[in-house]
C-alpha cells in the first residue's frame, strides 16, 4: 500500500477513537502555545491509557518531522510543524504524556 502522507494509525475507528494529527497541535501552538501543549500532552496520556488498556506497552511517538520545502511527502499531518523549536517542544510535551498511566 502507497501512503501519500500522513499519520501510520493501526488501531483505527470503528473499534478505537480517531486520534488529532500532529498538525492540529502545531496550527493550535501557532494561536495559543499553552493551549496547544496541554491539548498535546492530554492527547499522548488518552494513547497512553488506551494502549496501556490494550496491553500495549511501547509506542512510536512522538514523532518529530519537519514540514520543510522540498521534504517528502510522506511527513502530511503528521508534523508539529516546520522548525525544529516548534517541534521538538509540541513533541517533548507528548513525550511526557505517554507514561502517565505507568504505576
Known amino acids: 500500500m502507497i501512503r501519500k502522507g500522513g499519520r501510520v494509525a ?3 475507528p ?3 477513537r480517531k486520534t488529532p494529527p ?3 497541535f502545531g496550527q493550535i501552538f ?3 502555545r499553552e493551549k496547544a501543549l496541554r491539548a498535546t500532552y492530554l492527547n499522548a496520556c488518552l494513547i497512553a491509557y488506551e494502549l496501556k488498556g490494550l496491553g ?3 509506542d512510536c ?4 518531522d519537519l514540514t520543510i520545502p522540498g521534504a517528502h511527502e510522506i511527513v502530511g499531518d503528521r508534523s508539529y510543524g516546520a ?7 509540541i513533541g517533548a510535551k507528548g513525550y ?3 507514561p502517565c498511566t505507568a504505576g
Open 10 to 12: 493501526r488501531l483505527r
Open 61 to 64: 511517538a512522538p514523532v518529530l
Open 56 to 58: 500495549i506497552t511501547a
Open 83 to 89: 522548525t525544529p523549536e516548534k517541534v521538538s517542544t
Open 22 to 24: 500532529a498538525a492540529i
Open 30 to 32: 501557532d494561536q495559543d
Open 96 to 98: 511526557r504524556g505517554l
Open 14 to 16: 470503528p473499534h478505537w
